[in-house]
């Protein structure tokens, strides 16, 4: 069964349908310059209606090791996303679980970039945009995915519309999506979640 991320929240009642839906995974953004950014006291907040076997990630992009630390603890997440030039050596120094985000490009080897993390969780493969770390809302081509034994989380462009699709075509391990599932910029819609995960389900 393919697992479900819905990731940018920053409302309880988002947080509460998500829940309710049975995502799999809901992801916070602690990343200043985009707009689904939280504060690690509005992430605690939301991180607290979370229950068991619900896992909490968050998303850096270039962060420090101590803010990552402290961010990682006092918001009780479960597992970090790092979305920016992060290092493996930089990765595996936090002694944290992760999961490294790609921007797929025709001229990336995807391949070597995940033999360059042995240790990570997974991999989230995303449409690359200059000067954008994710969240462009852009599908790639999904040609260019290698077969692999790597636990692939498939983003970029995803909705209620095409997720079965994106199963069907790319068999990942999960899928993760933010503004296909939006009303507005940071504010999710329960219609939209609803559908994506009877898509997913289905």
Do not use: H, W
């Given at each position: 069964m393919t697992r479900v991320k819905f990731c940018g929240f920053t409302d309880s009642?988002?947080?509460?349908?998500?829940?309710?839906?049975?995502?799999?995974?809901?992801?916070?953004?602690?990343?200043?310059?985009?707009p689904r950014?939280?504060?690690i006291a509005l992430a605690r907040e939301l991180t607290a209606q979370v229950p068991a076997f619900v896992t909490k990630v968050g998303l850096f992009v270039n962060a420090e090791v101590d803010e990552v630390r402290e961010t990682f603890s006092s918001a009780r997440l479960n597992l970090i996303q790092f979305h920016g030039d992060e290092?493996?050596?930089?990765?595996?120094?936090?002694?944290?679980?992760?999961?490294?985000?790609?921007?797929?490009?025709?001229?990336?080897?995807?391949?070597?970039?995940?033999l360059r993390y042995p240790n990570a969780s997974g991999f989230l493969l995303d449409a690359y945009k200059e000067g954008t770390p994710g969240g462009t809302g852009e599908i790639f081509d999904w040609d260019l995915i290698?077969?692999?034994?790597?636990?692939?989380?498939?983003?970029?462009?995803?909705?209620?519309e095409n997720a079965k699709a994106a199963i069907k075509r790319v068999s990942p391990w999960a899928l993760?999506?933010?503004?296909?599932?939006?009303?507005?910029?940071?504010?999710?819609?329960?219609?939209?979640?609803?559908?994506?995960?009877?898509?997913c389900r289905s």
């Open positions: 009642v988002d947080v509460a349908e998500a829940v309710k839906l049975g995502a799999d995974a809901l992801g916070f953004v602690f990343y200043s310059r985009s950014a939280v504060t290092t493996p050596a930089f990765c595996e120094s936090l002694k944290l679980p992760y999961i490294r985000a790609l921007r797929v490009r025709p001229e990336l080897n995807i391949v070597n970039e995940m290698p077969k692999t034994g790597q636990s692939v989380i498939l983003a970029g462009g995803l909705n209620p993760d999506v933010s503004g296909g599932i939006e009303s507005m910029l940071g504010r999710k819609d329960p219609d939209k979640m609803a559908r994506f995960m009877a898509a």
